[in-house]
């Protein structure tokens, strides 16, 4: 079965081609960040037209990488939330009318869900029962993953997401947009602990966290003074030690509390190679073994969207039909 991917839900466009038998065929993605870069940050009707433009010769790149016609599509999936409104309804649109043009299935995805999953596209998957820690610009969750559709929420922010935090506190620091990877880059010249800043949650006993009170920390940080460069690396350095460091006490504390021994990391945050470093320590003493997405699937991009669709299209779930669809924002 060949499943189409597509990804719409904020400013990447993603289209992917998934088989069944022989795994990922093609994926394509178009960033927005050069277009949304002057602005700070997304602009949505931006989004939602520039989706517009990319999505039909992305379908083409993909399917000529594939090897495959339109003809040769089985199935269609596609994000239908959280995400953009109006960017969601570019994919959702797109994706229901290609399907009834072809008369094949299309499924809506949890976005969310596409991230969690992606680690099983690596050469070297992970198995049934992990604990997954979903980082991403919108969310930061723990869930224990018995399987496909099997999810349980163990823990979440209960205010900003890890990478709203990274994007806000990149943003007091006078860095560009998309924050977290310049913020990120930032730190690497910065020494963490020369000022000093809270772990939000650390000992809360739960699996909670809480992010918006370290931006606030460095919100006053900043506007104490005028900070040098290397002060405002420091800054930036501890930031990142901060939410890191709360991120893997936490995950790994979830993985030994369900008496489990497999950890999934997804999401873009996952990209930061600080958090990464410190998962890996922390793991290999704990006798946690870490697995990661590709590092090109673990920011947004249509083949999470495919391979999840395949999965539940496998496991017999079938779309309600109709050619009717809704987007849902706040899934
Ligand atoms: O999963 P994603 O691509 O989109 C959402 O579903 O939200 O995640 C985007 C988030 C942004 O907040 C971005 O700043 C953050 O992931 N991010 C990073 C890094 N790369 C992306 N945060 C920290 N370090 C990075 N290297
Ligand atoms: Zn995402």
């Given at each position: ?5 597509i990804?719409?839900?904020c ?7 998934y088989?069944?038998s ?25 989004a ?29 999936a ?10 969601l ?9 290609l399907?009834f ?11 969310l869900?596409?991230?969690m ?15 997954a ?17 099997a999810?349980?929420?163990l ?33 690497r ?7 000093k ?11 909670d966290?809480?992010?918006s ?6 919100l006053?940080a900043v506007?104490?003074r005028?900070?040098?460069p290397?002060?405002?690396a420091?800054?930036?350095?501890e930031?990142?030690e901060?939410?890191?460091?709360v ?10 509390q369900q ?23 922390g ?11 590709e ?8 083949a999470?969207i ?17 050619g009717?669809?809704a ?5």
């Amino acid at each position: 079965m060949l499943v189409l991917g597509i990804e719409s839900s904020c400013d990447e466009t993603g289209l992917a081609l998934y088989d069944t038998s022989r795994g990922l065929l093609a994926h394509a993605v178009h960033s927005q960040i050069a277009m949304h870069e002057e602005y700070g940050g997304v602009v949505p009707e931006l989004a939602s037209r520039d989706h517009i433009r990319r999505l039909i010769p992305l379908l083409e790149r993909v399917l000529a990488e594939a090897g495959a016609g339109r003809s040769d599509i089985d199935a269609i999936a596609y994000t239908a939330g959280p995400g953009l409104a109006g960017a969601l309804l570019v994919g959702s649109g797109f994706a229901e009318a290609l399907a009834f043009a072809l008369t094949v299935p299309a499924l809506p995805v949890h976005h969310l869900e596409g991230h969690m999953l992606s680690p099983l596209l690596s050469a070297d998957p992970p198995r049934f029962p992990f604990i997954a820690l979903l980082v991403s610009g919108g969310h930061t969750q723990l869930m224990r993953v018995a399987g496909v559709g099997a999810y349980e929420l163990l823990g979440e922010s209960l205010d900003d997401a890890a990478g709203e935090a990274f994007d806000k506190t990149a943003k007091l620091l006078g860095l560009g947009y998309p924050g977290g990877p310049a913020l990120s880059v930032l730190a690497r010249e910065g020494t963490p602990g020369r000022c000093k800043l809270p772990r939000p949650m650390l000992h809360s006993g739960d699996l909670d966290f809480s992010f918006s009170g370290l931006k606030t920390a460095v919100l006053t940080a900043v506007r104490a003074r005028e900070l040098s460069p290397s002060e405002r690396a420091d800054l930036a350095a501890e930031f990142q030690e901060a939410v890191t460091e709360v991120l893997v006490t936490k995950a790994l504390a979830a993985v030994r509390q369900q008496g489990l021994d497999t950890l999934v990391v997804a999401g873009g945050v996952g990209a930061n190679q600080r958090l990464r470093q410190r998962l890996d320590a922390g793991a290999q003493k704990a006798r946690i073994r870490v697995h990661y997405p590709e590092l090109e699937l673990c920011t947004d991009n249509g083949a999470m969207i495919a391979f999840c669709g395949a999965r539940r299209l496998q496991l017999g779930q079938r779309p309600e039909g109709g050619g009717a669809f809704a987007v849902r924002p706040r899934w």
